[in-house]
């Protein structure tokens, strides 16, 4: 599946045009996004961070992308979710990276990390589990 084509998807579903992001990369077992800042997003109207369920959603959006490309014809499904917030999400654009470090065929395992200017200084990290049926 094209990244066009998955990103025609994203803009199918209401909560993904709510969030507001792109799939950037996809690959066999991995997926990259970019979202862009928007008000809405904001979870501290003085110093204007993003809401920690704004990033989580993004994140596990990324994963569940990660595992199936093609989600508007059957999703995969978020049984157990764990996040780590590492440093506050800053006004300006987030950055996920999915990788599936176990896909069976019932259960997928996902770990995510969203960063803003860099990779090596992450906002969050976390761990996604899938139902696959």
Do not use: C
């Not at 704004?54 to 990660?66: G, Q, W």
């Not at 896909?103 to 969050?124: E, H, M, N, Y």
């Amino acid at each position: 599946m094209t990244i066009d084509a998955i990103n025609a998807n994203v803009s199918r579903v209401p909560f993904f045009r709510f969030l507001n992001f792109e799939v950037r990369d996809i690959g066999e077992r991995h997926a990259e996004a970019e979202m862009t800042f928007a008000t809405r997003h904001i979870g501290n109207p003085v110093t204007e961070y993003y809401h920690g369920g704004i990033i989580a959603s993004f994140m596990e959006a990324t994963a569940a992308i990660a595992v199936r490309p093609d989600f508007v014809k059957m999703p995969a499904k978020p049984i157990n979710l764990t996040v780590d917030y590492l440093r506050p999400g800053v006004k300006g654009p987030l950055h996920a990276r999915a990788d599936i470090t176990r896909k069976g065929r019932r259960i997928a395992s996902v770990s995510v990390l969203a960063w803003q200017s860099a990779p090596d200084t992450p906002v969050a990290e976390g761990l996604y589990h899938f139902l696959l049926v």
